[in-house]
Nanobody, 125 residues
Framework: QVQLAESGGGSVQAGGSLRLSCAAS????????MGWFRQPPGKQREGVAA????????YYADSVQGRFTISRDIATNTLYLRMNNLKPEDTAMYYC??????????????????WGLGTQVTVSS
């Protein structure tokens, strides 16, 4: 059984940084997406970043490109999202997600069967 647990959210001022972590247990898929999604208040959930567990490919939403970095520690099966130069519009509930493959657009949330409960990120101006 795959379980995902996020941590690392919090409140920061604009320009600050946070690192989110996602501890993944029971996830052993190769060539599959692991990613981060977020849902701002009153808006739809959107893809933030993802990586392919079978290679070095990483993917980012245009709004976070150059500011956020996704990475994975294979030994501990932990997914990270380093967020720098945070902006108020980054305020959202952030979710870790995992798929069983990678044959679809990485931002298609409906292809991810495994989700964490989320961690809140609040950025004040």
């Amino acid at each position: 059984q795959v379980q995902l647990a996020e941590s690392g959210g919090g409140s920061v001022q604009a320009g600050g940084s946070l690192r989110l972590s996602c501890a993944a247990s029971g996830f052993e898929y190769y060539n599959a997406y692991m990613g981060w999604f977020r849902q701002p208040p009153g808006k739809q959930r959107e893809g933030v970043a993802a990586l392919d567990t079978g290679g070095l490919s990483t993917y980012y939403a245009d709004s976070v490109q150059g500011r956020f970095t996704i990475s994975r520690d294979i030994a501990t099966n932990t997914l990270y999202l380093r967020m720098n130069n945070l902006k108020p519009e980054d305020t959202a509930m952030y979710y870790c997600a995992a798929a069983s493959g990678a044959g679809f657009p990485w931002y298609d949330q409906y292809e991810y069967p495994y989700w964490g409960l989320g961690t809140q990120v609040t950025v004040s101006s």
